[in-house]
Nanobody, 124 residues
Framework: VQLVESGGGSVQAGGSLRLSCTVS????????LGWFRQGPDEVREGVAT???????AYTDSVKGRFTISRDISKNILYLQMDTLTPEDSAMYFC????????????????????WGKGTQVTVS
């Protein structure tokens, strides 16, 4: 399984970005796709997750601002990020986990099985 993120960049506070993650390879159902971020403290935290049946979960700080979605036909995961703040600055990673629901993985980055290399988001 390979994941490749794109769409990061630098943006002013209040702006928007859309991250994309292209997923390739075979993944047994059920699985969960998710976006996680890691700041200078090196702690990787869940941002948004979506599982096989479409259920989603978000960390509290992004609710109402970020939206996770997927294009199943193209195997692409998205993260639309609006009203960005400097606190959103981080390296964003796409991950895949097998067997658990979105609401579990949002608090359990350690449970993801595969990771992309990340894309940097900087908000000033």
């Amino acid at each position: 399984v390979q994941l490749v993120e794109s769409g990061g960049g630098s943006v002013q506070a209040g702006g928007s970005l859309r991250l994309s993650c292209t997923v390739s390879g075979d993944i047994d159902i059920p699985y969960c796709l998710g976006w996680f971020r890691q700041g200078p403290d090196e702690v990787r935290e869940g941002v948004a997750t979506i599982d096989t049946d479409g259920s989603t979960a978000y960390t509290d700080s992004v609710k109402g601002r970020f939206t996770i979605s997927r294009d199943i036909s193209k195997n692409i995961l998205y993260l639309q990020m609006d009203t960005l703040t400097p606190e959103d600055s981080a390296m964003y990673f796409c991950g895949v986990g097998r067997g658990q629901e979105a609401r579990w993985y949002i608090h359990a980055a350690y449970g993801m099985d595969y990771w992309g290399k990340g894309t940097q988001v900087t908000v000033s």
